[in-house]
C-alpha cells in the first residue's frame, strides 16, 4: 500500500505485477514489459514511484498515477541466480533475507545479485555477492557501482536516514559502512557497539550510535558533513547485554530515547552531549510538544515536571491523547500491538497481522499463514462518520444477530418472519454517510437469516437448509449465490471414479 493511501501494488503467482486504485478496487495497470516474470515489486517512500524486477536482472521503473512506463535499468541477466531450484519452488521467496535484490528511496534504486541454493533438507539459503549498484530513478542511469570490502557485499545493505544515505554492514559486523546516496561515495566507516544501534536526526545534521566503553557505554553524535564527532552523552545509565540489540532513535533533533531492560524494558530520555538522562520511561517516547510527551504505551508525561498525567476517574486513557492521533481518533499502541480508538477507548488487536496507517484508514489484514489465503484490505472510516445514531446503529445489530437483549439482558432470537419486518425496515431507512457504507450488505441480503441457520444447524438439518437456500437464490436470479448452494449439495466424486459403471462378473 503506498504512502498516499491511494494505490496498491501486488505481485501474483502469475509472476506478473499488478496496480490498483485502492479506493476502488479497480485495476490500473498491470506493470510487465511483454510476457516478463516479475520476481520482485515495490513502491517508493513517496508513493510516486513503483519497481519491478524481472527474471533477466531488468529493473523497470513505472508511475503509480496510472501505471506508465518511466524508465528501465540495463540487464543484469545473473542478477537473480537459482542453484537447484526454479521459481515455482514452494521455497523461493524474494522477501525471506531483508533488504531483497532491490530497494527503492525517492530518488535512487539499490540492486544487488541474489544467489538461492537448494539445500539437502528442501531448504533453500540465500547469499549475497557483488556488485551493488545505485541508479536513478527518474531515469533509470546507473550512478556507480559502489566500492566496498568483499565482507560487507554478502550481508546487510539498504537506504538510511530518509534515502540521503546508504548503510552497508558486513558478515563481522564490526563496521557500519555509510555512502552517499547521491553518487555512491563511501563517507565514513563507524565502530558501534551494535551493527543497527545507528540513527539519523529528522533535519539530517547528526547521527548517533551507541559506543563501548572501559566501565559503560556511552552514545557517540557525528555531524553529516565531515563526519567528526561533537558530542559524547552518557555515560549511559545501564550495560549492555552483548546478546542484545537496543534501539536508539532520535525523538527531536536534539533529543535521544535509549532503550535498555534492567528491570524490564524500558528508555531512557537524553539531551543530547547531557552526562545524566532526563527520565527514565516505561515505554518509548513516540512524540513531543511544547507541554508533553506521548509514549508509545499511549502514557502522556508532562515535558516540564516529567510527570505521568493520570487520566481522570473511570478513564484508561488520559484525554489529551486525540490531541496525537494523525486522524484525531485512532492511535496505535506498543508498537503498533493495539489499535485505540481515543473516543471510546477500546483497541483492536493487532496481533503482528494488522496495520494501521492513521493518515489514509487503512488496515491491512494478512491473513493466515497459508500463501493462499487471501489478503483483505480495509478502511476505517474518518471519525466524523463514526457519529451513527444510536437507534440505527442498534437496529443494524439487531438485525446482523437476529434478535434483540430484552430488558433483563437475555437474548431474544427473532424467526424469519420478525427478522424480515426488522430488515426491511433498516432498507428503508437513509443511510447517514452517502460514501460510508453503513448499513451495507445486512439490510439488503434477504438470504442472511437462513443462511446463520445453516451454520448453526447439525449435519442432519444442512442439506434440508442448504435446498431452501438454493431454490431461493434461483428464484432471486442470484447465480453467484445458486452455485455455491449447488456445489454443497452435489458432492464431488472420488478420483478415480468414472462415469460408466464396471460391468458384472
Not at 515495490?42 to 523497470?60: K, M, N, Q, Y
Request: charge should be neutral; charged fraction near 25%.
Amino acid at each position: 500500500l503506498s504512502s498516499t493511501g491511494d494505490r496498491l501494488l501486488t505481485r501474483g503467482n502469475d509472476k506478473t505485477a499488478r496496480l490498483w486504485d485502492a479506493f476502488t478496487g479497480q485495476p490500473i495497470a498491470i506493470l510487465r514489459h511483454a510476457q516478463e516474470n516479475v520476481v520482485e515489486a515495490g513502491l517508493s517512500p513517496d508513493g510516486s514511484t513503483a519497481f519491478t524486477h524481472s527474471e533477466d536482472g531488468v529493473v523497470r521503473l513505472w508511475e503509480t498515477k496510472d501505471g506508465a512506463f518511466r524508465a528501465e535499468t540495463e540487464a543484469r541477466p545473473n542478477r537473480l541466480h537459482l542453484v537447484g531450484v526454479d521459481l515455482s519452488h514452494p521455497n523461493l521467496d524474494p522477501y525471506n533475507n531483508k533488504p531483497g535484490m532491490t530497494q527503492i528511496s525517492n530518488e535512487r534504486i539499490l540492486t544487488r545479485r541474489q544467489f538461492h541454493n537448494l539445500n539437502k533438507d528442501g531448504s533453500t539459503s540465500v547469499t549475497y555477492p557483488g556488485p551493488i549498484e545505485l541508479w536513478d530513478t527518474k531515469t533509470g542511469r546507473l550512478i556507480a557501482s559502489l566500492k566496498l570490502p568483499k565482507d560487507v557485499e554478502a550481508d546487510f545493505i539498504a537506504f538510511f536516514g530518509d534515502g540521503r544515505w546508504i548503510e552497508a554492514v558486513g558478515h563481522n559486523a564490526r563496521f557500519i559502512h555509510l555512502l552517499s546516496a547521491q553518487d555512491g561515495r563511501l563517507l565514513t566507516e563507524i565502530n558501534p557497539y551494535f551493527n543497527l544501534s545507528l540513527c539519523s536526526s529528522p533535519d539530517g545534521k547528526t547521527i548517533s550510535f551507541y559506543q563501548p566503553g572501559d566501565d559503560k557505554e556511552s552514545i557517540q553524535t557525528r555531524e553529516t558533513v565531515s563526519w567528526t564527532r561533537t558530542a559524547t552523552t552518557g555515560p549511559l545509565a545501564f550495560s549492555m547485554n552483548i546478546m542484545s540489540r537496543y534501539t536508539l532513535e532520535y525523538i527531536t533533533n536534539d533529543l535521544l530515547a535509549a532503550e535498555d531492560d534492567e528491570g524490564g524494558p524500558s528508555y531512557s530520555l537524553y539531551a543530547i552531549g547531557s552526562a545524566k538522562p532526563l527520565i527514565r520511561l516505561p515505554a518509548k517516547p513516540q512524540r513531543l510538544t511544547a507541554d508533553r510527551v506521548l509514549l508509545g504505551s499511549g502514557q502522556l508525561f508532562d515535558r516540564q515536571s516529567w510527570r505521568r498525567l493520570l487520566p481522570p476517574k473511570g478513564h484508561k486513557y488520559h484525554p489529551d491523547l486525540g490531541r496525537f492521533a494523525a486522524d484525531g481518533r485512532f492511535f496505535l499502541l506498543d508498537s503498533e500491538s493495539k489499535l485505540l480508538d481515543t473516543v471510546t477507548e477500546k483497541t483492536i488487536p493487532q496481533d503482528g497481522r494488522w496495520h494501521y496507517r492513521p493518515s489514509v484508514g487503512w488496515a491491512r489484514d494478512q491473513g493466515g499463514d497459508s500463501g493462499n489465503t487471501p489478503v483483505k484490505i480495509h478502511r476505517l472510516p474518518p471519525p466524523h462518520h463514526m457519529e451513527i445514531p444510536t437507534d440505527l446503529l442498534e437496529l443494524w445489530a439487531q438485525i446482523a444477530v437476529r434478535g434483540h437483549l430484552d430488558d433483563e439482558g437475555t437474548f431474544v432470537k427473532w424467526d424469519e418472519p420478525t427478522w424480515e419486518k426488522h430488515r426491511q425496515e433498516l432498507a428503508a431507512k437513509p443511510v447517514p454517510y452517502p460514501d460510508f457504507p453503513f448499513p451495507g450488505h445486512v439490510a439488503t441480503d434477504r438470504l442472511h437469516w437462513l443462511r446463520q441457520e445453516y451454520g448453526n444447524a447439525n449435519d442432519a438439518e444442512k442439506p434440508r437448509l442448504a435446498k431452501q437456500l438454493l431454490d431461493r437464490a434461483e428464484a432471486a436470479g442470484d447465480k453467484a449465490e445458486a452455485v455455491r448452494w449447488r456445489t454443497i449439495l452435489t458432492p464431488a466424486k472420488p478420483k478415480g471414479d468414472s462415469a460408466v459403471p464396471p460391468a458384472p462378473k
